[in-house]
């Protein structure tokens, strides 16, 4: 099974991806980039100070292997069997971006783009309803998110995609 954690910078992947009590390989694809800029980025974004990543490059890398769950932002865009999506409130994703250290441009484009439902709705048109698992993490333990993943992981859990509605921000 191929799996992708994805969600909004802030939503809890990393968190919850490292309490997962699971046989996939985790592959934190933010680690593996920095690994290997050369092949798996185009460059680096002057304006958000981070590598820009060559997907074509990660699905190469990754081809052919099995039983790994990819945690990333962009993980929804890979070949996966599931997606696992993130959601957090946008107020309390204001919160925690600046917790981190976040600049007030880059906290307001993550809070508008989570009440938008950018990520769930990119997963759903690539991947389809059925197999796209939308889970709420705003004010939750990470321990009660990652036993939410694992029952997606575990056929425990039914997809669902557009439960959580975030618009009211706007």
């Known amino acids: 099974m191929r799996v992708a954690v994805t969600g909004t910078p802030g939503t809890g992947k990393t968190t919850v991806t490292e309490r997962l009590r699971t046989d996939l390989e985790v592959i934190h694809l933010n680690d593996l980039v920095r690994e290997d800029p050369e092949t ?86 690539s991947h389809g309803l059925e197999r796209v698992y939308e889970i709420d993490t705003t004010d939750r333990h990470p321990d009660d998110v990652a036993a939410d993943v694992e029952a997606a992981l575990n056929d425990d859990r039914a997809p669902s995609a557009g439960e959580v509605d975030f618009t009211d921000v706007l």
Do not use: Y
């Not at 932002?73 to 409130?89: E, G, M, S, T, W």
């Not at 508008?112 to 997963?123: G, M, R, T, W, Y």
């Open 40 to 125: 798996l980025s185009t460059r680096e974004d002057p304006d958000r100070g981070s590598l820009v990543v060559d997907l074509e490059a990660v699905a190469d890398r990754l081809a052919g292997r099995d039983d790994i769950l990819v945690e990333s932002h962009l993980a929804h865009h890979l070949d996966v069997d599931r997606v696992i999506v993130l959601r957090c409130h946008p107020d309390s994703l204001r919160e925690r971006l600046r917790e981190r250290g976040a600049d007030e441009p880059k906290v307001d484009e993550n809070a508008e783009a989570e009440a938008l439902d950018v990520i769930l709705s990119e997963a759903v048109a």
